[in-house]
């Protein structure tokens, strides 16, 4: 059966609807259907001069649509959308979008969640705790552990901490979880890569991996052990390497996946490589899940100018994960 993709545009003013018109106007492999405000997205398509015809979606659609035309699973906006201006009632919106496509995707009527960039603040405004849609699918699926990557040609980063404060990091690093992390990645890297013994290389938390002790002893006392006990139970674990010389081909070229210690370590190395052409993907979960690999972009938002290469590249990444040849 041909494969069916539940797709968010995320925060309504910025640039998720303009990039699902975008993406509407190519001819998928994939059945496609967004979920969002029929209303709200007929009128972006409009100020964008942008053709499209929009086909309410059941169960029984099972046809791939032709250019210019995509399924749509009508949720009415909470409040008014005003191009580029956020607007706090329609954070009870966009989660309702997530959790719409988090259950259909658990269910198993989708094959994969592809998300457009949220503003977490603005959902946070409304009064809803909402730290990022790892976190929120992992809720919702009750998933204990998940693990961020984001991956671009030539380099996969996956973090061992993702949303929270840089003071809270060393304390979050534990054995615990980095044997939880590094478990999870072996086993998704197996199953939805199909890479039958995944190298990973982990990265030091303090600068030069500690310098043996002499710039922080997290490395003796927590990954060190830890990465020993993992390589006992059959894991191919290189490091802790120093992160300001990991992210250099003679690695590269043998590393399946980089370990990040925390959120900005590895990702403005990925970033600066691949912005605009890479995709974020939640490892874990009891689905696949992917997304763009920037913010919403407010200021770009119904000008015609955003660049739908990294969405794109999300809905590549699920077709490949979803066939195993990611």
Known sequence: MTMKFAITPGEPAGIGPDLVLEIAQRKWPAILVVFADQQMMEQRAKLLNIPVEFV?????????????????QHIPVSGEVEVGKLNSENGHYVVETLRQACEKN?????????TGPVHKGIINQAGISFSGHTEYFAY???TNDVVMMLSTP????????????????????????LHKVLHIVHTEMKLKFGINQPNIYV???N???????????????????ALEELREQGLTITGPLPADTMFQ???????????AMYHDQGLPVLKHMGFGHSANITLGLPFIRTSVDHGTALDLAGTGEADAG????????????ATNKA
């Open 56 to 72: 309410p979606y059941d169960t029984e659609c099972n046809d791939v649509l032709l250019p210019g035309q995509l399924y749509i």
């Open 106 to 114: 658990i269910q198993g009527e989708f094959d994969a969640v592809v």
């Open 140 to 142: 919702q699926s009750n």
């Open 154 to 177: 030539g380099l996969r980063v996956v973090l061992a901490t993702t949303h929270i404060p840089l003071a809270y990091v060393a304390k979050a690093i534990t054995k615990e979880r």
């Open 203 to 205: 990265c030091g938390l």
């Open 207 to 225: 600068p030069h991996a500690g310098e043996n002790g002499h710039i922080g002893k997290e490395e003796l006392e927590v990954i060190i052990p």
């Open 249 to 259: 081909p003679k690695y590269m070229e043998k590393a399946d996946a980089v370990l």
């Open 310 to 321: 990294s969405f794109e590249f999300a809905i590549d990444k699920a077709i490949k994960l």
